[in-house]
């Protein structure tokens, strides 16, 4: 009897001790899983970070700073500094009322709505709804190559789309990173682009790791980059950013290098002033230079649309050049992405596309800053490529920084002397840094040869005292892949033969038929001219130049051949046939309801009569039949 009680004693410790076994276990997986899944809860972000609302979309920076006893404004070292001063119900946002951040008042309603981004739906953002608003959009067009009106729609906060590896937001980065000051030199740049790029760095930049944002205006034009900047910035952004001007225009070259040295940061961060920084875009970037103080760095650019403003994740992608010395981007090796962790680790590229990069502020004075004889814009990324790879610098890209950028279809401004700087500028990049190899230069720009390039003796200098490398163990060693003049044209051919796009897939085909007039949309002149305006006529099945094709990325091509296009730049031109080329803007049209929107424009396709015939045109979107399609399948 004795021995079966302690069997039975012995069996219940066995379950028992296995039943809290699993109980264990399952608490341990359920925390281990919540430590490893991204911070995503808005409550969270906001508890750890007390300086910023983050209240789902759009988020309002408020100072990182308060004023000390003697009434000077100070950063704040940590981040419970703030704590006590925010104890308010998340819940409670939408009541009337006053916030206080430290020593900051932020209503909630009757909030500035430009400065905070709100009431628009993103479908809605760029639709012209009065005369005016087609006047800003097209004078925005002109004056700066972008979409203006949906710029200052969107405000100066804006949620963007994380577009980094989800490895990254597992990284650790050091406590203890170097200072940074962030430079951003413009020129008749729009008031919302430079705005919302300065409150994107505040917004998602840790306030410890910035020493001060420089705004250098190039001698701009546009009154309100002068006083009406000044002000602004002192009531709202001051003492961490600071305006300087010009006393004449510079260049974007020259006004980089000034703007350097006026910086007080361990590590200079150049960008551009139509950007928009993403999460945790700083701090890999510093991470790399403080191993290193001879390693460039710089992020992947998104593709901020010049439209839409839609916010696009770029693939992983280097620097290269032509021999014309223009920068192109290239594909990676295959062998370099082998594995999941080649996807966050940081590459060597061969040259930066200039606009956005981070580099230690004593080896960019000591590695010759910029080249100041150069004029305006253009070839000084590829001189600053050259000089530091082969000058003993490293130049990385680093995939888990990315930053948005607005690329434009043209600049919106030239050199005042209308000279051809680029070329001039690559001229002085080829005497100095190319050696022999500037004979392919002039082989692919032979006119030229002749032509003046300036003072270049204190460049060749400065490479003799760094005792740079020579080109060719440039391309020897850097860029191994660059094919010389004889060798590029099969390699072209051969490349564009295994990279050719496919184009995007038909999602339904057919006829688009207003019917108010019972007639369908046609090709005036045939379906494979370019340029063909487009007209109303009685609908016919049979007819090629009549069937429609909608693609998944929203192009409209005629017989499957040519796509519907609007010119950008001018929004009362008439639609036309032009080739495909799969990157939305001008080629992108949308159904709501019954209407057919064209986001670039902001306008609705519609009928219009011209006298005998009926064109297709763009008017403001309205209830009116002339802008009532159906898409017959």
């Known amino acids: 009897?004795?021995?079966?009680?302690?069997?039975?004693?012995?069996?219940?410790?066995?379950?028992?001790?296995?039943?809290?076994?699993?109980?264990?276990?399952?608490?341990?997986?359920?925390?281990?899983?919540?430590?490893?899944?991204?911070?995503?809860?808005?409550?969270?972000?906001?508890?750890?970070?007390?300086?910023?609302?983050?209240?789902?979309?759009?988020?309002?920076?408020?100072?990182?700073?308060?004023?000390?006893?003697?009434?000077?404004?100070?950063?704040?070292?940590?981040?419970?500094?703030?704590?006590?001063?925010?104890?308010?119900?998340?819940?409670?946002?939408?009541?009337?009322?006053?916030?206080?951040?430290?020593?900051?008042?932020?209503?909630?309603?009757?909030?500035?709505?430009?400065a905070m981004g709100v009431g628009k739906s993103d479908s809605e953002l760029g639709m012209i709804k009065t005369a005016e608003d087609r006047r800003l959009r097209d004078e925005g067009f002109r004056r700066h190559a972008f979409n203006?009106?949906?710029?200052?729609?969107?405000?100066?906060?804006?949620?963007?789309?994380?577009?980094?590896?989800?490895?990254?937001?597992?990284?650790?980065?050091?406590?203890?990173l170097p200072k940074v000051s962030i430079l951003i030199c413009f020129y008749n740049e729009a008031w919302s682009t430079l705005l919302r790029t300065v409150y994107s760095v505040l917004d998602r930049t840790p306030r410890e790791l910035i020493q001060e944002i420089i705004l250098l205006d190039d001698y701009s034009d546009f009154d309100h980059l002068k006083a009406e900047l000044d002000t602004y910035v002192h009531e709202h952004l001051s003492p961490v950013v600071r305006v300087l001007h010009n006393s004449q225009r510079e260049g974007l070259i020259r006004a980089r290098t000034i703007a350097a040295r006026q910086a007080t940061g361990e590590v200079l961060m150049f960008l551009d002033s139509h950007c928009e920084v993403n999460e945790k875009w700083l701090e890999p970037l510093l991470e790399r230079i403080q191993h290193n103080s001879h390693t460039v760095v710089c992020p992947i650019i998104d593709i901020i649309n010049s439209d839409t403003f839609d916010y696009q994740t770029s693939p992983m992608v280097k620097g290269g050049f032509n021999w014309g010395l223009h920068f192109k981007w290239e594909n990676l090796n295959s062998s370099q992405l082998t594995g999941k962790e080649d996807f966050v680790k940081p590459f060597s590229s061969p040259t930066m596309a200039g606009g956005l990069f981070a580099i230690n502020s004593a080896y960019f004075h000591k590695l010759g800053a910029y080249d100041e004889g150069m004029d305006i814009w253009g070839g000084e990324n590829l001189e600053i490529s050259f000089r530091i790879w082969q000058c003993g610098g490293t130049l990385e890209i680093v995939p888990c920084s990315r930053v948005g950028h607005v690329f434009r279809k043209r600049r919106p401004y030239g050199s005042p002397s209308g000279k051809d700087t680029t070329l001039y500028n690559a001229l002085r990049v080829?005497?100095?840094?190319?050696?022999?190899?500037?004979?392919?230069?002039?082989?692919?720009?032979?006119?030229?040869?002749?032509?003046?390039?300036?003072?270049?003796?204190?460049?060749?200098?400065?490479?003799?005292?760094?005792?740079?490398?020579?080109?060719?163990?440039?391309?020897?060693?850097?860029?191994?892949?660059?094919?010389?003049?004889?060798?590029?044209?099969?390699?072209?051919?051969?490349?564009?033969?295994?990279?050719?796009?496919?184009?995007?897939?038909?999602?339904?085909?057919?006829?688009?038929?207003?019917?108010?007039?019972?007639?369908?949309?046609?090709a005036e002149d045939s379906a494979i001219q370019k340029g063909s305006k487009l007209l109303l006529q009685k609908c016919s099945r049979r007819q090629k130049n009549q069937l429609w094709y909608e693609s998944e990325s929203h192009e409209l091509r005629l017989a499957d051949f040519l796509c519907l296009d609007q010119p950008e730049s001018n929004s009362a031109a008439l639609p036309r046939l032009m080739k495909c080329h799969a990157s939305r803007g001008a080629?992108?049209?949308?159904?709501?309801?019954?209407?057919?929107?064209?986001?670039?424009?902001?306008?609705?396709?519609?009928?219009?009569k011209d006298g005998d015939a009926i064109h297709a045109a763009l008017q403001i979107c309205s209830d009116a039949t002339e802008q009532v399609w159906l898409f017959q399948t």
């Not at 399952?26 to 983050?54: F, G």
């Not at 009106?149 to 406590?175: A, Q």
């Not at 949308?590 to 219009?608: D, E, I, M, V």
């Open 430 to 522: 080829a005497h100095v840094w190319m050696d022999d190899y500037k004979e392919f230069f002039f082989q692919t720009n032979s006119h030229a040869r002749g032509m003046e390039y300036g003072d270049v003796s204190g460049r060749v200098q400065l490479r003799q005292q760094l005792q740079c490398k020579s080109f060719k163990w440039y391309l020897d060693n850097v860029y191994p892949e660059m094919r010389f003049p004889n060798e590029s044209s099969n390699a072209v051919a051969h490349q564009a033969l295994h990279e050719k796009k496919r184009p995007p897939l038909a999602i339904r085909k057919g006829l688009l038929y207003q019917p108010s007039l019972s007639l369908c949309m046609v």
């Open 587 to 608: 080629q992108e049209w949308r159904f709501y309801g019954q209407r057919l929107y064209h986001p670039s424009t902001g306008l609705c396709l519609a009928s219009k």
């Open 148 to 176: 203006e009106l949906v710029s200052t729609r969107i405000g100066y906060h804006r949620s963007v789309p994380d577009s980094r590896n989800p490895l990254c937001k597992y990284k650790v980065h050091p406590r203890e």
């Open 1 to 114: 009897m004795a021995g079966l009680r302690f069997r039975c004693f012995c069996y219940g410790i066995i379950v028992s001790s296995i039943t809290w076994a699993i109980i264990i276990y399952m608490i341990l997986a359920d925390v281990s899983r919540q430590e490893r899944q991204p911070v995503n809860d808005q409550q969270y972000m906001y508890k750890r970070h007390p300086h910023r609302l983050v209240v789902n979309h759009p988020q309002q920076f408020v100072k990182p700073w308060k004023a000390n006893h003697q009434g000077k404004a100070v950063l704040l070292d940590g981040n419970d500094d703030l704590k006590n001063n925010v104890l308010f119900d998340l819940d409670d946002r939408n009541h009337n009322q006053n916030v206080q951040f430290g020593h900051e008042a932020v209503k909630h309603n009757g909030i500035d709505q430009q």
